[in-house]
């Protein structure tokens, strides 16, 4: 049966529509800019999907297409196909080949999950977050905490822990440019680490929905110098109220260690 | 006057709704009032005096309709009322407004009432793109706008997609199976009375203080804990929704378990009725954990209860883990009936049988089997325990091998087959094989977790939802309308303006949701009201497709509408397929066959010579040789 059909050029079409995606689609930046050390490995795993994903999108299209410009009905005939009812070999590959693609998938992400949340050596800064209805501010180690409302420094090229914790509804933080988001929770402490390494000015974007605020909670993150950075905390007046801090306090920490062993 | 209010009915179901509504009302009043509580409490969350009517009111009706009342009377020991049939069959229009318990007519009753449905949703839909043409705020504060999309997401879901496959299944699995009705014809009767009263329920909410419920409709608590009354609504419809749901599956379960025709084995059910039989599967063991969770809800809202209140005890993520354990499931349960609808369409228009019919059968059962292992993967950045997340990233990545094996399979299907393009059901059924790919593969994507950590909750997740949805579920829909139109009405629908529809509908859904994945990745969020100028000039676009849709369904309905009042006349089988259904008249018979089919072969036996599937009755019955499916080896 396959004999009958031209599987070499309809491999080749494959293969060639499978470049001229790729060609098109990897070089452009769909995720924006990238300022974390997380970013580009989590950029490059997209690529790599892109390129797998336009391989089974371009063997969808030419096996389709073929068989609409090789199969079509004429005018006025009214009989039937031929009666082939399956082929095991053709039903196994197309079972086992995809389960191959799909796990070498989810093992290059989880060894990117592990590197983008791998600790840094140096000892990391750790950031308390505060989400309420609808505002962001945060407590920076060292002098009883300082504080700062709707706009988070962080220095540059030193791994920060992020310490979230939300007041009233579930909150998330999302920095575009970091590639990273995470919940923020009422009752527990949530963390995200990131490792920003371009200095510059970005957006820090809520994304659980949570109020008719929601669209405008938004804060301003600058990546600055460890010097810079240093002296704009020295410069904070205001420490971290009390009633946030109680939510440090009192918020349990997420990610206990399971049954003893393991966990990140 | 007095015989109107005892016969079951339009004027004794408003008269238990009233009833029923008050009933609750002085019930919360007496026992307020007797507590020495103040009687009415309107604090956002409470309102008792509402929300117990809103139960009262909706079975009242039920009752006073005549849902309940052979069973009552025999639970009461009154003489039952012996089924007559003269209920069966719709003589006119008023006949599919009384309580009916002819699967048919029940079928175009869930059919009819979930496209009203699809037309509001979609309405609300047009005003949420209005809205979103350009930044800034324009139509609708940022308040209503949380509730348009929180309601336009309700009603397609649990309005639409879920019940139109109900509907269309009602209406044609009896028949595919040999079946005279559904196994129990009174509780689906009730399946389908359950239904407009979840809808009422959803967009009666408008009218509620504090507006519509709008925490999405996924309802994160706490968000929806502390939410106006709106929200207890959303809690309740639910429940109508749902149980709706499940009734329905039950008798799914057991209709396709015990009424199968004589002869028709496992192996020879036509791939809807094992997509329904699968889906059906996930309904009855997955529903019940919304329905419970959406009750853990309003308890914390009306009762105090604090399921989800840390500061009680709660635990605020387990209300996710509750919810997704039935909301993934779910979109199964809203695109499996579909992949039923896709294989009857393209084996019958490529004249072909169906590539490895069995594997397509038990890719079925994967999907159902995998899909109660993979709802952690809506919570990667939920803050659950982060170990959770590899195990469901793969079983989330294997789901999509037995996705893959049904899509190939089609596209076996199509090979030496003879393809007609003239039916607008094939069309919409080649173009879902594209667009629920792209569906499938953002999909993938998403269930890589460092990926999801950066395009969770943006508009990627509303570009991916709305292929599989729309371009995926939406499309099978549309296939299955016009694939049954002439058996369902007895007319055959205009093909001119099914290709209309169609063009217009695979164009407008590329041009809106191919650019939500690009926006979302570059970092605009999901369920905003307002976004950064910098993605005004995509959401120009995005929104003038959805108005192409949005137009292109006037198209669709204008085409069912007239061609069901005035379309030509059907003959019994339009398309030349071989299952029963099409083996009566078009409309079938109101008992559907005047003797049970005898099943002799396969669904699909298209060009084996001298195949049968089923032999009629009144037929000459020399037995054919039996037909056993012919694996062909590779060459």
Not at chain 1, 48 to 67: D, E, K, P, R
Not at chain 1, 75 to 83: I, R, T, V, W
Not at chain 1, 156 to 179: C, G, N, T, Y
Not at chain 2, 537 to 562: H, K, R, T
Request: some cysteine; overall charge neutral; glycine content about 10%.
């Amino acid at each position: 049966m396959m004999g009958r059909l031209p599987i070499a050029k309809m491999l080749a079409a494959t293969v060639a529509m499978t470049v001229v995606i790729s060609a098109v689609m990897v070089p452009i930046n769909w995720n924006g800019q990238g300022a974390s050390t997380a970013a580009p490995k989590i950029d490059q795993l997209l690529s790599v999907m892109i390129v797998l994903s336009a391989f089974v999108f371009s063997l969808v299209m030419v096996m389709l297409f073929y068989a609409l410009w090789k199969f079509k009905a004429k005018p006025g005939d009214e009989s039937d196909g031929e009666p082939i009812h399956g082929n095991t070999r053709l039903e196994v590959a197309w079972t086992v080949i995809p389960t191959i693609i799909v796990l070498f998938g989810a093992g290059y992400s989880w060894s990117v999950l592990n590197e983008i949340e791998e600790e840094s050596e140096k000892p990391p800064l750790t950031v308390q977050v505060f989400s309420q209805q609808f505002a962001w501010s945060f407590g920076y180690p060292g002098k009883g905490g300082a504080w700062s409302e709707g706009e988070l420094h962080v220095p540059l090229d030193r791994q920060v822990h992020f310490k979230m914790h939300a007041q009233d509804v579930i909150h998330s933080f999302w920095v575009p440019e970091w590639r990273m988001k995470k919940d923020n929770v009422p009752g527990i402490t949530t963390t995200a680490i990131v490792t920003p390494d371009k200095l510059g000015t970005y957006q820090l974007i809520c994304t659980e929905l949570c109020g008719f605020g929601h669209a405008a909670m938004r804060a301003t993150v600058v990546v600055e110098t460890s010097a810079d950075f240093r002296k704009w905390v020295a410069g904070l007046k205001e420490t971290v109220p009390a009633a946030l801090m109680e939510s440090v306090v009192q918020d349990t920490e997420t990610n206990p260690v399971p049954l003893g062993a393991g966990g990140a | 006057m007095v015989a109107a209010i005892k016969q079951p009915g339009w004027i004794r179901g408003a008269l238990g709704a009233i009833l029923g509504a008050a009933f609750g009302f002085a019930l919360v009043v007496a026992l307020r009032k007797a507590s020495g509580l103040p009687v009415y409490q309107t604090e956002q969350t409470g309102y008792p005096h509402i929300v117990v009517p809103l139960v009262t009111g909706p079975l009242g009706f039920l009752a006073g309709f005549g849902c309940f009342d052979y069973w009552l009377r025999w639970a009461v020991g009154m003489p039952t009322i012996p089924e007559d049939h003269s209920q069966h069959g719709a003589k006119s229009w008023r006949d599919y407004f009384r309580f009916n318990t002819d699967h048919k007519v029940i079928g175009i009753q869930y059919i009819v009432t979930t496209f009203f449905f699809f037309f509001v949703g979609g309405l609300m839909a047009m005003l949420i793109r209005a809205e979103l043409a350009q930044p800034g705020t324009q139509i609708v504060d940022a308040a209503t706008y949380n509730s348009l999309f929180s309601t336009h997401a309700v009603l397609m879901i649990f309005l639409f997609v879920i019940p139109v496959f109900a509907g269309i299944a009602n209406y044609v699995l009896p028949l595919m199976i040999g079946a005279p009705d559904m196994a129990f014809p009174r509780l689906n009767a009730l399946s389908f009375w359950m239904l407009p009263l979840a809808g009422l329920l959803f967009i009666g909410s408008f009218l509620a203080p504090g507006g519509a419920f709008d925490t999405g409709w996924t309802g994160y608590a706490p968000l929806s804990t502390g939410a106006p009354l709106g929200q207890s609504f959303f809690n309740l419809g639910v429940q109508f929704a749902g149980a709706s749901s499940i009734a329905t599956a039950l008798n799914f379960l057991v209709t396709i378990i015990t009424m199968r025709a004589p002869g028709m084995t496992f192996w020879r059910m036509p791939l809807l009725v094992w997509a329904n039989l699968s889906t059906s599967l996930l309904v009855v063991a997955a529903t019940p954990f919304i329905a419970g969770v959406q009750f853990m809800v309003l308890f914390d809202r009306a009762i105090g209860t604090q399921f989800f209140e840390f500061a009680g005890g709660g635990d605020v993520v387990s209300y996710q883990h509750i919810f997704w354990f039935y909301s993934h499931p779910a979109v199964y349960i809203m695109m499996l009936p579909g992949f039923g609808i896709i294989s009857e369409v393209i084996s019958t228009h490529a004249r072909k049988p169906i590539f490895g019919y069995r594997l397509m059968a038990l890719a079925l059962i994967g999907i159902v089997v995998l899909s109660y292992s993979v709802w952690a993967h809506h919570m990667f950045v939920a803050g659950m325990f982060s170990w959770l997340r590899v195990p469901m990233m793969i079983t989330t990545l294997l789901i999509a091998v037995p996705t893959g094996i049904k899509i190939f399979s089609w596209l076996g299907t199509l090979y030496f087959g003879k393809i007609h393009t003239y039916s607008t059901a094939m069309l919409f059924a080649l173009a879902f094989i594209v667009t629920f790919t792209i569906g499938g593969i953002s999909g993938v994507m998403l269930g890589m977790v460092p990926i999801d950590i950066h395009v969770s909750d943006t508009y990627f997740i509303v570009a991916h939802i709305h292929f599989v949805l729309f371009g995926g579920s939406v499309f099978t829909i549309f296939a299955g309308i016009y694939h049954w139109f002439p058996k369902i009405t007895g007319r055959m629908y205009d093909e001119k303006l099914g290709r209309v529809h169609f063009w217009g509908t695979l164009v407008g859904t590329w041009v809106t949701f191919i650019p939500m994945h690009w926006v979302g990745m570059d970092g605009m969020p999901r369920r905003v009201a307002d976004y950064a100028t910098q993605f005004g000039e995509w959401n120009i676009l995005i929104s003038c497709g959805a108005f192409l849709l949005g137009f292109c369904q006037l198209v669709f309905l204008y085409n069912m509408v007239v061609s069901w009042r005035f379309g030509p006349r059907a003959e019994a089988n339009p398309w030349r397929a071989n299952s029963i259904e099409w083996q009566v008249s078009s409309p079938p018979p109101v008992f559907n066959f005047p003797e049970i089919p005898r099943v002799v072969g396969g669904p699909y036996e298209y060009g084996v010579p001298g195949a049968r599937h089923a032999i009629m009755a009144g037929e000459s019955v020399e037995a054919p040789a039996e037909t056993q499916p012919t694996v062909v080896g590779s060459t």
